[in-house]
């Protein structure tokens, strides 16, 4: 019995030391652990957060985007992504999935990259146009309607509606105007 003694004692310091490594271990793992979530956790909010913002804050190009009728909001973010309108197509996603988004109208849009992501969708809800932008032309503020044709006329060559002559007949039409007036 009294050999035994010392043997039981020394299993039972043995044992509480080897339980007192392994709650260490325990302890460093599931520290280590919470530190690796946090940091993917903070990370992951940094991405998110900035999928959110503009692609490019002080950009001034406009970017033709055409959403075909019965594009899936995938679909949608795809091309918006491939004209880097967005940042992140899966951010959009779940972004429209999480705020219940479902109403995109088809169309062609005219976006900029200074656009933030609720900017979008809003100009997506909005619906685009159907037919394409035969062309930019800048009025500036005082310009006579002959001046204006004038630029009209020195716009691509390609599409005979865009004359000057068909502009300015078309500035005499109190009809056009009434149907602009109730748009």
């Known amino acids: ?20 490594a392994s709650q260490k271990i325990v302890g460093w793992v599931l520290g280590i652990l919470f530190a690796v979530l946090v940091i993917v956790g903070l990370m ?17 190009t406009s970017i033709n985007v055409t959403v075909p009728a019965g594009s899936s909001t995938k679909q949608i973010a795809s ?29 062609r849009y005219q976006l900029t990259q200074r656009d ?4 979008v969708i ?17 009025v500036k503020e005082g ?8 630029s009209v006329n ?8 865009l004359t000057s002559k068909k502009f300015l007949a078309l500035m005499k039409d109190q009809t056009f105007f009434n149907r602009l007036a109730k748009k």
């Open 79 to 107: 091309r918006l992504e491939a004209k880097h309108v967005i940042k992140s197509a899966m951010v959009f996603n779940y972004y429209v999935k999480f705020h219940n988004i479902a109403d995109f109208q088809a169309g």
């Open 143 to 150: 310009a006579t309607v002959e001046q204006i044709a004038t």
């Open 44 to 60: 992951g909010y940094r991405y998110v957060n900035s999928a959110l913002q503009p692609v490019d804050p002080n950009g001034k």
């Open 1 to 20: 019995l009294d050999k035994r003694s010392p043997d039981v004692a020394g299993k039972r310091r043995q044992r509480q030391h080897e339980k007192k």
């Open 154 to 161: 020195k716009l691509d060559k390609s599409n005979q509606n």
């Open 116 to 119: 933030n992501m609720d900017q």
């Open 122 to 138: 809003q100009k997506l809800r909005a619906g685009g146009t159907s037919a394409a932008a035969a062309g930019q032309l800048l």
